[in-house]
DNA sequence: GCGACAG
DNA sequence: ATCTTGTCGC
């Protein structure tokens, strides 16, 4: 059986860890890097996927993925715990290490603050955002989400991060604090890093690397020198 | 008690 | 998350 209860009383005492200020040193990041996970063979398999772009031209050059079997099934709330191992194993195998992570996922915009962009930038202590494709807790004023400006998410009473309309027609993000990044600076790094799509570059390569998209399989061919596809 | 619920 | 064609709208 998976204690819960443990785990969630492990997200509380973490939660305490993370560092919601911009980090010294990071505001000229030479590369930042996406994160996504899927999985493989009916979720036996757990499949990571990083890429490093360099910034400010946001061009990929290096990707890892990495996988490992399954350790726990989905829980919303518990995420991290089930996706973590999977992603440090794709960053252990990283030459090139980036200054800045956005994780596709919640950063503090979860139940006890400890999202998987939390929970992977607290191990990894590097600086990461969190950019969610839907909501798991926190409400917002629906009403301001017009113009394409960003509107506070709000839980408790608190601003646990923001929710962006970052693309007309499209669903909006939600983007919140990781690690060691301020919640303006958040929203501030996702925006640099847009080039014309719903998801910023970094998570939009990573999630292209992870499902093996179109936009990809044409980078690999162009780059054959940097296919480090394990199968 | 009931509904919600990242990927 | 993942399985998948066409289809609607800009």
Known sequence: MIDTAALRAEQIEKAKAVIKQDNQGFDEPKWIAGADVGFEQDGKITRAAIAVLSYP???????????????????PGLLSFREYPALMAAWSQLTTVPQLVLVDGQGIAHPRRLGVASHFGLLIDVPT???????????????????????????KDEQ???????????????????????????????????RGYRLPEPTRWADAIASRRPAFVRWLAAHPEKNVDEG
């Open 57 to 75: 031209s946001l061009e990929l050059v290096e990707y890892r993925v990495a996988r490992v079997p399954t350790s726990l099934p989905y829980i």
């Open 160 to 194: 646990i991060g923001w929710v962006w309309n970052s693309k007309a027609r499209c669903k909006p993000l939600y983007v919140s604090v990781g690690h060691r990044v301020s919640q303006e600076s958040a929203l501030l790094w996702v925006e640099r890093c847009m």
């Open 129 to 155: 955002i969190g950019v969610a494709k839907s909501r798991l807790c926190g409400k917002y004023d629906e009403s301001g989400l017009q113009d394409g400006a960003a509107v506070p998410l709000v839980d």
